[in-house]
């Protein structure tokens, strides 16, 4: 009889070997006739482009619809969406944005891309977030922005950066990239619409996608407005009038992608609320098991699943436990990024313009800014050690969630030593 109980990442067999549906692919995704349509739809037109088809005006409308919200800005992708935020924001070269390292890098190359300086907060380890007094701490004289992240489609603490933002004159921009549909506390409004500005992403591993895109959001007319005309060459085409009123780029999103995105709204509820149904079983089970726990809750969008780990009580670091899942088929990871968003060469090393570490050199920096290791213990003890992240989809299964909830349970008794099952 063999032993099956012993982990497939010594030689024991694994849990799964069937792929689960993934973002990557048609069974991960819900991409169909809805979409064709409306891409032949685009096609036959013959416009292919937003500044005179209707169709990327159309999608700003609903998605503006679909929020709640006055304004939305389409452009090229979630990375573009943030830069239009910040370039609304329009900082002084050595001006500081607040920001989280625990992130994908779009959240932040916007702001040296405006020639801002990142500053970066720490998070709370028991969501991944922005911890709102580690914020507090960073706001300086320079401060013009705070950037939170919704983690994962966990609810940042934004009711209170929102606060904290309006007691000092500063801006505060979601980062709605893995948060569809999110809610925040205290009283459910939707991520994105709690800041003065909420960005969100259409790249391929999104909740929505078409490929790639995004979406600024805002009630404000002054930040609008400055969003859109950065999109655009600082054109406004509104006043028939070729000229460029400032710095500012082609981010325009093209009809097609609009067309794509226009057909994955109506099944953005759909999606949000069966990955929570499909969260609910792994969450009951992580709740119960010693020295682990679920990194989302109530609210949240499950972009992907992530799990915290408590090395001393699981006897293994999250890298390690995650590897002994992914050995028994699941897709698990450890530590989302493999580093904090101030340890990339283009941060730590000044890799920005040329050889002139601008805008991190003095001036126009207040001073150089030091990224390198200790600069936020929490977001580097989750990275490092204390967080793993299981891919997440819409399309999972009974048996699908089964399995990740069999190989959890297998792993954590493997290395806890203790059978709860
Ligand atoms: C939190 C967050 N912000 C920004 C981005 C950048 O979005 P995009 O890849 O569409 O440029 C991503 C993409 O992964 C993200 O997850």
């Known amino acids: 009889m063999p032993d099956e109980s012993a982990l497939a990442i010594t030689g024991g067999t694994p849990i799964r070997t069937a792929p689960f549906p993934g973002v990557s692919d048609a069974a991960g995704r819900r991409l169909g006739e809805e979409e064709i349509r409306a891409l032949e739809r685009v096609v036959r037109s013959g416009q292919l482009n937003s500044t005179v088809g209707g169709e990327t005006r159309e999608f700003e409308s609903d ?119 999110t809610r925040c506390a205290p009283d459910g409004a939707l991520a994105g619409t709690v800041g003065h500005l909420g960005c969100f992403s259409l790249q391929q591993s999104k909740h929505i996608t078409a490929g790639d895109g995004g979406l600024t959001i805002t009630d404000d007319h002054a930040l609008a407005r400055r969003a859109r005309l950065f999109a655009d060459k600082a054109w406004p085409r ?29 099944k953005l509820a759909a999606v949000v609320e069966d990955r929570r149904a499909a969260a609910k079983p792994l969450t009951a089970l992580l709740r119960d098991l010693p020295g682990v726990s679920p990194g989302l809750d109530e609210g949240a969008a499950y972009w992907l699943f992530p799990v915290f780990v408590d090395p001393d009580i699981v006897r293994v670091d999250a890298r390690e436990f995650a590897r002994a899942l992914a050995a028994e088929g699941i897709p698990a990871v450890g530590g989302y990024i493999q580093r904090p968003l101030y340890m990339n060469p283009v941060l730590s090393e000044q890799r920005t313009y040329g050889t002139s570490g601008y805008p991190l050199a003095v001036p126009p920096a207040t001073e150089v800014p030091r990224y390198g290791p200790g600069l936020c213990p929490n977001t580097e003890a989750l990275i490092g050690s204390r967080m793993l992240v299981i891919g997440w989809n819409e399309n999972y299964s009974d048996d699908d969630v089964h399995d990740i909830v069999a190989a959890v349970t297998k792993v954590h008794a493997a290395f806890h030593g203790q059978d709860v099952s």
């Open 238 to 266: 509104d006043t028939d009038e070729r000229t460029h009123l400032f710095l500012g780029l082609n981010y325009r999103m093209t009809e097609l992608q609009a067309a794509v995105g226009r057909a994955q709204l109506p």
């Open 63 to 181: 998605f503006a619809d679909y929020y709640g919200v006055e304004h939305v800005v389409a452009s090229s992708s979630g990375t573009s969406a943030l830069h239009l935020a910040v370039a609304a924001v329009d900082p002084e070269p050595g001006d500081e944005i607040i920001a989280t390292g625990l992130s994908d890098a779009g959240t932040i190359l916007p702001i040296l891309a405006q020639n801002a300086v990142p500053v970066f907060a720490d998070v709370d380890p028991s969501t991944g977030n922005l911890d709102v007094a580690s914020v507090r701490a960073r706001i300086s004289s320079r401060t013009r922005a705070i950037i939170a992240v919704h983690l994962f489609g966990q609810p940042a603490p934004v009711a209170e950066l929102r606060e904290l933002a309006d007691q000092h004159g500063l801006i505060l921009i979601e980062d709605c990239a893995q948060a569809y549909l």
